[in-house]
Each structure stands twice: as C-alpha cells, then as structure tokens.
Antibody
Framework: QVTLKESGPGILQPSQTLSLTCSFSGFSLSTSGICVSWIRQPSGKGLEWLATICWEDSKGYNPSLKNRLTISKDTSNNQAFLKITSVDTADTAIYYC?????????????WGQGVMVTVSS | DVVMTQTPPSLSVAIGQSVSISCKSSQSLVYSDGKTYLHWLLQSPGRSPKRLIYQVSNLGSGVPDRFSGTGSQKDFTLKISRVEAEDLGVYYCAQTTHFPLTFGSGTKLEIK
C-alpha cells in the first residue's frame, strides 16, 4: 500500500526558509522509474508543480520560482525534502507531495494529504 | 510554459446524466517516445487530488469505467457517463510531457 505524508512548520515569517518533508511507504525512491514531486495549492486556487526528484537523483524545478527551490531525498529513510528560501505571503498554500512513476504512467498516481503552510509576519 | 485551458470552469449536472470537460494545450503533448502525457485528476471537496486517467485514455486502478478520456496532440476530453453523487469536485487536466509540468485551471462539477 502506497502512502505519502507531508510535514512542515505550519507558520513562518517572510524571508525565512521553508523546509518540508515527505515521508512515504509502499515504494522506494531507489526503484527505477520512480520520482516524487512537490505541488502546491493556494486556498481556493489551482495546482502548481514545484519540483521533482527521481530514482537516479535527477531533479527538475519550476523556473517561476527561480533559484529558491532545492529538492533532495533520503532513500534509506523513504523521505523526500523541499526547501524554499525567502518566502513571502504568496507562498501561503497547501503543499502536497506525490509519487510519479515516469516510465509507466507518467502521472501523479498517489498523493499525500497535504500540509498547510502560512507565511505571515 | 505549456498553457492548459480547461472549459467549462464549472458545470451542474443531475445524477445519471453525462458530462464532458475539455482541455486544450498550447503545444502538442506528444513526447519523443510517441506517448502523450496528458492526465486527468479529481479533487473531491476537502481532499487531495486523485489520479483518474493517465496518458489520455488509460483508467487508473480502481477508477470506474464511467470515466473515459479521448483526444490527441493539443485537444483532449474527459467524459463522465451516468454521473454519481461521489463525482462532485474539481477536475484538473495535467501535462507531464514538457517542463515545467502544468495543470489546467480546473472544472468544478456540482450535482443538481
């Protein structure tokens, strides 16, 4: 059974760095063709892809966030991470991690429950 | 970036009726491997998105066959036959052919 769960600080101040963790089970990020992505959703709005990391450690980032994103993984502990630097109120959103089997389906086949992040002074 | 345009933005349908949602991309979604990475997701109220259809027309595991997807290149359609109450929510198309990955703006389905 595949499950993912996000965790984060809940609330942080503008200019701080947001650190998110995706803890998963039922699959391994060392398995060929498996990637994990981060996607966010401001309240009442649509979905925005942020970043992806794959089994062979390739990474992809949304250029709209310029150089603020860093994605990484800990294969041994079944975790993926996302850091966003210099946050502001526009980064307030629900953050999801999702599995993406790129060789088979190509879509986001399993999602976490999401974690709410609020940026406020 | 590939822009995904979904229409209509919302619709209201009675139980048992059929409905179609359109998704048009600003570029062809055919990848160099010949596959088309256009997918459909459903976000039920208060829930995370859920995979419905991948690569245009393939039903995800456990998805009822009332859902079907068609299309090619830049023009795609999700059809729901015999709508049920559990189908309410926001439907998104998503493309994973080109970076950055992008989503449509969503179609909100309400039950009359």
């Amino acid at each position: 059974q595949v499950t993912l769960k996000e965790s984060g600080p809940g609330i942080l101040q503008p200019s701080q760095t947001l650190s998110l963790t995706c803890s998963f089970s039922g699959f391994s990020l060392s398995t060929s063709g498996i990637c994990v992505s981060w996607i966010r959703q401001p309240s009442g709005k649509g979905l925005e892809w942020l970043a992806t990391i794959c089994w062979e450690d390739s990474k992809g980032y949304n250029p709209s966030l310029k150089n603020r994103l860093t994605i990484s993984k800990d294969t041994s502990n079944n975790q993926a991470f996302l850091k966003i630097t210099s946050v502001d109120t526009a980064d307030t959103a629900i953050y999801y991690c999702a599995r993406r089997p790129v060789i088979t389906e190509g879509t986001f086949d399993y999602w976490g429950q999401g974690v709410m992040v609020t940026v406020s002074s | 970036d590939v822009v995904m345009t979904q229409t209509p933005p919302s619709l209201s349908v009675a139980i048992g009726q059929s409905v179609s949602i359109s998704c048009k991309s600003s570029q062809s979604l055919v990848y160099s491997d010949g596959k088309t990475y256009l997918h459909w997701l459903l976000q039920s109220p208060g829930r995370s998105p859920k995979r419905l259809i991948y690569q245009v027309s393939n039903l995800g595991s456990g998805v009822p066959d009332r859902f079907s997807g068609t299309g090619s290149q830049k023009d795609f359609t999700l059809k729901i036959s015999r709508v049920e109450a559990e189908d309410l929510g926001v439907y998104y198309c998503a493309q994973t052919t080109h970076f950055p990955l992008t989503f449509g703006s969503g179609t909100k389905l309400e039950i009359k």
